[in-house]
Nanobody, 117 residues
């Protein structure tokens, strides 16, 4: 079993930057992807960015060019640097991990990101 603990987030004005981080512990050798989803009030949870174990990355179209995901396999961490934040980026951000050998996913507890206009 893998545990994910997030840190970072907070309140920032539009155009500002924030960084959220996630540390994994437990049976991390089975992890395929790590990344971030977000859930805004009244909206479905959506994927923001993912980092594969081979170094590839994926981004939602809405954050391309503004967000950067970085994964450190040795440290078992994944960070999301968010620049040029917009009010519509306001959401609870959840770290996730999925695995090579199961469809199950692991989730962090979530961290609030609020962007004021």
């Amino acid at each position: 079993q893998v545990q994910l603990v997030e840190s970072g987030g907070g309140l920032v004005q539009a155009g500002g930057s924030l960084r959220v981080s996630c540390a994994a512990s437990g049976n991390t050798g089975r992890i395929y992807r790590m990344g971030w989803y977000r859930e805004a009030p009244g909206k479905q949870r959506e994927v923001v960015a993912s980092a594969y174990s081979d170094g590839r990355t994926d981004y939602a179209d809405s954050v391309k060019g503004r967000f950067t995901i970085s994964r450190d396999n040795a440290a078992k961490t994944v960070d999301l640097q968010m620049n040029g934040l917009l009010p519509e980026d306001t959401a609870v951000y959840y770290c996730y991990a999925d695995y090579y050998d199961t469809l199950k996913m692991s989730w962090g507890q979530g961290t609030q990101v609020t962007v004021s206009s």
